[in-house]
């Protein structure tokens, strides 16, 4: 809407927010299982994936919607 790239970082509750406004999602996967008590459940499937970088025990990507 104005042309100038924004970003979210926050916790699930910011994420719902925006959920709508947003037109891609940079997530890191990190390797292994850990407790959390706050989840932001977003559906992945459908849209583009590119990966955008790839650590030792941890891979960025951006999806696109």
Do not use: A, C, N, W
Not at 13 to 20: A, G, H, L, N, P
Not at 27 to 54: P, Q
Request: no cysteine.
């Amino acid at each position: 809407e104005y042309g100038v790239p924004s970003y979210v970082i926050g916790g699930s509750e910011i994420y719902k927010f925006f959920e709508d406004k947003v037109d891609s999602y940079i997530i890191s996967h990190i390797e292994g299982d850990y407790e959390g008590d706050t989840f932001f459940d977003l559906d992945l499937s459908g849209m583009e994936k590119e990966t955008i970088f790839v650590g030792e025990k941890f891979k960025t990507i951006e999806y696109t919607k």
